[in-house]
């Protein structure tokens, strides 16, 4: 068949909470940290350079508390058996890239691409316009997007919409879900 009459897919997964659980391993660097239980409340009140130093710790140090995502995992190699583009693009940040592919390693996770954001862009800017340079570059006819937080899917599914037909997935506690953003 002809390449350009192939039918080009394109599936773009998140890390954190979608691919992995790593919860885990952030409640050990808080911990470690703050000598404290973890919560919302008090992750709110740290600053940026807090947030980064305790993200980083824990992807780097506390990587054995992260478990992987069976199902969406699953998803993923379905689609890459499919010969669809796999990209990972991840809010992590780009200086803790040897440590995030050795844990896609230990996870047997396989992609084609992998993004993660540099310092002083925030995690959802950053997403948006990875969906948007990636779909722009391969030109899929179909994306699938899996992520854990609605706001991105929400983004990219506005700013994608019309140029792909795009089929969004919100992950709640290891399951993927169809999305129907705003």
Do not use: C
């Not at 990587?63 to 499919?82: C, G, M, Y």
């Not at 540099?118 to 950053?126: S, V």
């Not at 997007?145 to 599914?157: K, N």
């Amino acid at each position: 068949m002809p390449e350009e009459t192939k039918r080009r897919r394109l599936s773009i997964f998140d890390v954190d909470q979608t691919l992995v659980h790593s919860y885990g391993s952030l409640a050990h660097a808080w911990k470690t940290l703050f000598e404290d239980e973890l919560s919302d409340t008090n992750y709110k009140k740290l600053s940026r350079d807090e947030k980064d130093r305790l993200i980083h710790l824990s992807y780097s140090k506390f990587a054995d508390e992260t478990h992987p995502n069976p199902e969406v995992i699953q998803k993923l190699n379905e689609a890459r058996t499919s010969g669809t583009h796999i990209v990972i693009v991840s809010g992590r940040h780009e200086d803790i890239l040897g440590p995030t592919k050795k844990l896609l390693r230990r996870f047997d996770i396989r992609y084609d691409e992998i993004m993660l954001k540099p310092h002083g862009i925030k995690a959802y800017d950053f997403k948006l316009a990875k969906a948007s340079e990636i779909s722009m570059r391969i030109g899929p006819n179909s994306t699938e997007i899996y992520d854990d937080l609605d706001y991105v899917l929400d983004g990219v599914h506005r700013l994608l919409r019309g140029s792909t037909e795009l089929k969004p997935y919100i992950v709640r506690n290891g399951t993927p879900y169809p999305y129907n953003p705003i």
